[in-house]
C-alpha cells in the first residue's frame, strides 16, 4: 500500500532538482478521499496554503502512477498553474522528461494501472482525446451520448464492459421515438422528449439555460 505522505516528500525533492516553483506552504499530510471515483487528485488552495488530496484508488496503485498524480497537483501550486495551460504543460513536461512521468491534463485508470471497478457495466470513451469514465448503471449519457461532449470537446462513445472477458462492446445509442420538441426563443437550442412532462404541458413555465422562455413547437 502506497504511503502518500513519504511519496508527497519524495516528489517534492524531485520537483525542487529541476527548479519547479512550487509552493512554499504545502501540508505534509495528503487528503485521501475514499469518494472520489472520477478524479485521481486534487490541489485544494486556501489563502496561500496548499493541500494534497489523492483518491484512495491510488492507495493499491504503481508507485510510480501515484507519484506522477502528486507531481500532477505540486504543479497547480505553481504560480499561474491552477489551470492545464502553457505554464503547466511546460513544467509537466520537464518532470516528465526528467523522471519518466506521463503528467497529462486526465488520466484513465488502464493507464493508471488501476483495475476497472467490479460493479462497471459501461466505459465512455472521448474520441477526440480517449479519457474514459466508467458507469455502474444505464442514465442519460450512456442512451445518449451524442448529446453530451467530453471536456475537451471532443464526442463520445458508449461501450459496454463485460467482467467475465474483459471485452468492451460498443453500445448502440438509444433512439427513443421523439414525440414532443421545445425550443429555445432566445438561443433556438432544441430539447426533445419522448414522454409527456410539465414542460411539455406548460413550457411558458420554464427556461431555457440561456434564459430564453421555451416553446413548443411538436
Known sequence: MNNFDELLQLVIKEAKAVNIPIANRISDKVIVNKRAAKRFGRCI??????????????LDAPELSCKQTIAHELIHTCPGCMNHGEKFRYYADIM????????????SREEMGIEKQENCKYVIICQRCGNKSERSKRSSIVDHPSRYKCKCGGSLKVFSFSSETGAEFAVRENKAEIKYVLACVKCGMRIE????SKAVKNPSAYRCKCGGSLKRIK
Open 96 to 107: 516528465n522528461r526528467k523522471y519518466g512521468y506521463h503528467i497529462s491534463r486526465t488520466s
Open 193 to 196: 422528449r419522448s414522454k409527456l
Open 45 to 58: 488552495k486556501t489563502g496561500n496554503d496548499h493541500v494534497i488530496e489523492l483518491s484512495a484508488m491510488l
